[in-house]
């Protein structure tokens, strides 16, 4: 497989650091970014900054960005071994290789809704289209009686689904210090936000208020976002997302 690396310089940063909104979907429209990264790739820790950046100061009014990290596999036969890189990762990053008609996959890629990809330092097309995704009509969607219970979340989620949608579960956690000490980032420390640990899918009907369950192996101590989103089964766009954080 080629590895499509594009370096971008980061635009738009000055921007995305403005003061902003506390996190919380009551204080915006949820919008899910997706950062497909690896600490393999050279290009990667400043979309990682800039992802880390977006999800603390939350910068644009009327927005609230609901991220995720989605570290993929492809790059651990580069010299460095990922060890937040998932199959799961590699899988949906190609699909969105298929709905956005892509040559290859690559990394970094920002991925906002399901409708729009960029490189993901680029800090104008982010702000671009997560103004451009919080205009547009969401699903209501929310989060009840989630709780830890024993390696896994255990939660309700309700909306009301249309024929043909999907609902996703997200267990991600913060990962602050990782030591890389071979391949292109060798011998830096990298720190990752919301790095997806797990990763499941329900059909619309699971959004009827039953009871659902998400396992998680290997999490570090500390809190754990559960992220749940649907998607159009067609067009993968994101219809609608919520986050609850999670203490064990």
């Known amino acids: 497989m080629r590895l499509a690396v594009a370096g971008v310089l980061l635009l738009g940063v000055a921007a995305l650091m403005m003061p902003g909104a506390a996190r919380g979907a009551d204080q915006g429209t949820p919008v899910l970014v997706e950062l497909f990264t690896s ?27 609901i991220v995720l990290s989605e570290h993929v596999t492809y790059w651990d036969r580069q010299g460095w071994r990922d060890p937040f890189s998932m199959e799961e990762m590699t899988e949906r990053q190609q699909a969105y290789q298929y709905r956005f008609g892509l040559p290859d996959v690559y990394t970094p890629q920002m991925v906002v809704d399901g409708s729009a990809q960029f490189v993901g330092s680029n800090g104008r097309a982010l702000e671009s289209a997560l103004q451009a995704e919080a205009a547009r009509p969401k699903q209501e969607l929310s989060i009840a009686d989630a709780r830890w219970d024993n390696g896994s979340a255990e939660f309700s989620v309700h909306g009301t689904a249309s024929p043909g949608e999907r609902l996703m579960a997200v267990l991600a956690a913060d990962a602050t210090h990782s030591e890389v000490t071979r391949g292109e980032n060798a011998g830096h420390t990298l720190h990752h936000v919301a790095v997806v640990r797990a990763i499941k899918t329900f059909d619309g009907e699971a959004m009827d208020g039953r009871a659902l369950k998400l396992d998680a192996r290997n999490l570090p101590d500390g809190p754990v ?7 159009d089964g067609k067009t993968w766009h994101v219809l609608g997302a919520a986050e609850q954080t999670l203490t064990r």
Do not use: M, N
């Open 39 to 65: 600490e393999g790739c050279s290009d990667c820790p400043p979309a990682d900054a800039l992802l880390e950046q977006l999800d603390k100061q939350q910068p644009i009014a009327g927005v609230h960005a």
């Open 225 to 231: 976002r559960l992220v749940v989103f649907t998607v």
